[in-house]
Nanobody
Framework: QVQLVQSGGGSAQAGGSLKLSCVVS????????IAWFRQSPLQAREVVAV???????AYAAVVKGRFTISRDRIKNIYSLQLNDLNPGDPAMYYC???????????????????????WGQGTQVTVSS
């Protein structure tokens, strides 16, 4: 049984940083891609970053160079470091797991919400100016 438990988030000033964490059980780097999504009110859920199963990281263009996804191999914790936060970043952030085969260049797969069938509980990120 795959479970994802999130922590972190909160509020930061524009230009500041936050870190989100997702403790993953029942899924591994070999079996599942782990992604971070975000959703603002009235907006569709969108992918932010992913570590593709048996592959590397990939990022949405809007966060590339500012956000970093990583994993703790021992504890199976996937983290998202958010740097240089801007007014476009406030949202509810979710980690999610997908067992679909993919690769970092295959955004058609890893960016699709429908490919993910396990979700964390969500954590709010707010940015103040």
């Amino acid at each position: 049984q795959v479970q994802l438990v999130q922590s972190g988030g909160g509020s930061a000033q524009a230009g500041g940083s936050l870190k989100l964490s997702c403790v993953v059980s029942g899924a591994t780097y070999v079996t599942h891609s782990i992604a971070w999504f975000r959703q603002s009110p009235l907006q569709a859920r969108e992918v932010v970053a992913v570590i593709v199963r048996n592959g590397g990281p990939a990022y949405a263009a809007v966060v590339k160079g500012r956000f970093t996804i990583s994993r703790d191999r021992i504890k199976n914790i996937y983290s998202l470091q958010l740097n240089d936060l801007n007014p476009g970043d406030p949202a509810m952030y979710y980690c999610a797991a997908s067992d679909w085969p993919s690769s970092p260049g295959d955004s058609e797969t890893w960016a699709r919400v429908q490919r993910y069938n396990h979700w964390g509980q969500g954590t709010q990120v707010t940015v103040s100016s």
